[in-house]
Each structure stands twice: as structure tokens, then as C-alpha cells.
């Protein structure tokens, strides 16, 4: 009996309010999940971490792990092997990487990292240079995920 009574009440405010009230209230609902589905902090929460655990594998020099964060294109021209030796031949060596800040917009990601490295004996009379720089990173976005984007 009260099931009726309320399936009733709600029957008749709907009636009372009329087509335009259930238009807004189904808009509003629209509007309410698009804007969590494309919320601007969703792409920028979850690359920063991508990057870092990129930096990561670099610095354990775990290539393979490193590689798979590269775009495909990229990876379609480059081999592990090949990103390995090119890596491990430069004479910079990368001793941290430690995360800034970003900026993403829906495809392109920045992000910064102050990356610590040395040189071994990079001028005559000097046994190793130790010093960080800042990295700007390019991530974007393609088929639904987030990959590294390198200069080339």
C-alpha cells in the first residue's frame, strides 16, 4: 500500500513539473558525467607516474621495461637493442631523475624532470663532472594510452 501511494506522489510531481523539468534534470546529468569522464587532472595524475617509472627502468638500466614506455612509432624504427646501445655508448650518465611538474591538455603531455647525472673525465685533468639539469618530456596519447614521445 505505501509503495502505491509514493510510485503515485512521484507520478503526479512529474506531471506537475512537466517535460521541461525531466529535460534539465537529464541534461544535468549529462553534463555531470562528461565533465568527470574528461576531467583535466585524469591525463595529468596518471602520466607523471608513466614517466617516472620510465626514469626509473633508465636508471636500473632495465631497457626493456624503459622501451615499452616509448611511443609505437617509435618503437616501430627503434629496437630495444638498438635504444640499449645507444643509451649505454653516450657519455653522460644518468644518476636521478626526480619529477617538477606537467601540463596536459588532451592528447600532449609536458613533463618535467631535474635529472642528476656525470661525466666520467670530461675534459683533460678532471675525473668526473656531476651535475642535474632540467628535462622537458613529450607524452602523448594514442590508441587510448599515454607514450613517450622522444626528440629525435
Known sequence: MKIDKISNLKSRTWQRLGKPALLLAVMMTGLFLTACATAPGSAGNFVPERAQDRWDALLARDYETAYAFYSPGYRSTTSVFDLALKIRSQRVKWVSAEYRDHSCNESICTV?????????????????WENSSLVEEKW???EGQWWYLPKQ
Open 112 to 128: 618535467n624532470f631535474m635529472v642528476g647525472f656525470k661525466i666520467i673525465k670530461p675534459v683533460k685533468g678532471l675525473k668526473v
Open 140 to 142: 602523448v596519447k594514442t
